[in-house]
């Protein structure tokens, strides 16, 4: 994005921050209707995600819910914008959080923690309620924009909410960041091309990450799921749960399963909230033609 456009997009930024909650899922949703033609691509990724998670659905079901989760990929724009600019006022009582005090021991005891979620719309404003809840800001691991001129602004709106971000790929700065005690919010159900394994997300096999254990263990960290939903109401159900028994095991490919296990059951409370415009199974066993 050239960099004369981005005054546009801090007013559209300072907007969606100051917008009544009801006001900014109208507006995403308006924005999504309006801008479905040119949403052609993502549509067809998630229609096709959808069908082949959701085999049990009928036809007509399985169109409604890939629309809808593209809907709340664009209202999930708004959301993120809400979560770097929003005055503290506008978002106080926003969330319901569950299972604070798992988050707090961990600190408490001076450990880094790993918060294990998946890619729903409105992770980075469920991360900012976190960190408003807890008193402290919450890290967060990004892929870097490809646009210098944006990323440079992604990341002086991040900072100033979460703290310097880490990148995709700084494995060090991530480590970095757990031994000195910090909490993290980490994901890795996007499709890897490393260090990875197929193991199976709603039964298809999906090249998955299998180096978390190894980053917990490094980071002497420790593991807490961390899942969020938007309500009927467009309040904020958040809830970190205790860690997962048994994980780590001695079987990183296991992990892996579990964690994958564990995010579908998420998916599946609110499967409209989740990121199906990825392409989550771009990478796919030997043998096996491609599905995009």
């Not at 970095?176 to 990875?196: I, K």
């Amino acid at each position: 994005m050239p960099c004369f456009f981005q005054p546009l997009l801090q007013a559209v930024a300072w907007l969606a921050g100051r917008l009544p909650q009801r006001g900014v899922l109208a507006l995403g949703r308006a924005l999504a209707w309006g801008l479905w033609p040119a949403l052609g691509s993502r549509r067809r990724i998630a229609r096709i995600n959808v069908d082949l998670c959701f085999p049990g659905l009928g036809a007509a079901a399985r169109r409604r819910l890939a629309d809808a989760s593209v809907v709340n990929t664009v209202v999930g724009a708004l959301e993120l914008l809400r979560a770097w600019h929003a005055p503290p006022a506008v978002l106080r009582g926003l969330a319901d959080i569950e299972g604070l005090d798992h988050l707090r021991a961990a600190l408490g005891r001076g450990q880094g923690v790993l918060l294990m979620c998946g890619h729903f719309t409105h992770t980075e404003l469920a991360v900012r309620l976190l960190g408003e809840a807890l008193g402290r800001p919450v890290r967060v691991v990004v892929r870097r924009h490809n646009d210098a001129c944006l990323e440079r602004w992604f990341e002086r709106s991040r900072a100033a909410v979460y703290g310097p971000s880490i990148g995709k790929k700084d494995v060090r700065g991530l480590i970095r960041a757990l031994q000195a005690g910090e909490p993290v919010v980490y994901s890795a159900d996007q499709n890897f091309t490393y260090q990875n394994a197929f193991v199976p997300f709603f039964g298809v096999p999906a090249a998955t990450l299998t180096a978390t254990p190894e980053l917990v263990r490094r980071g002497r960290a420790v593991l807490l799921p961390f899942w969020y939903r938007r309500g009927d109401d467009g309040r904020y159900r958040i809830r970190i749960e205790a860690g997962w028994p048994g994980w780590p095991s001695d079987d990183p490919v296991e992990d892996a399963a579990r964690y994958m296990r564990e995010l579908e059951t998420v998916v599946r409370e609110c499967p409209e909230q989740y990121l199906w415009a990825h392409r989550r199974f771009k990478t796919r066993p030997p043998g096996e033609a491609p599905v995009y």
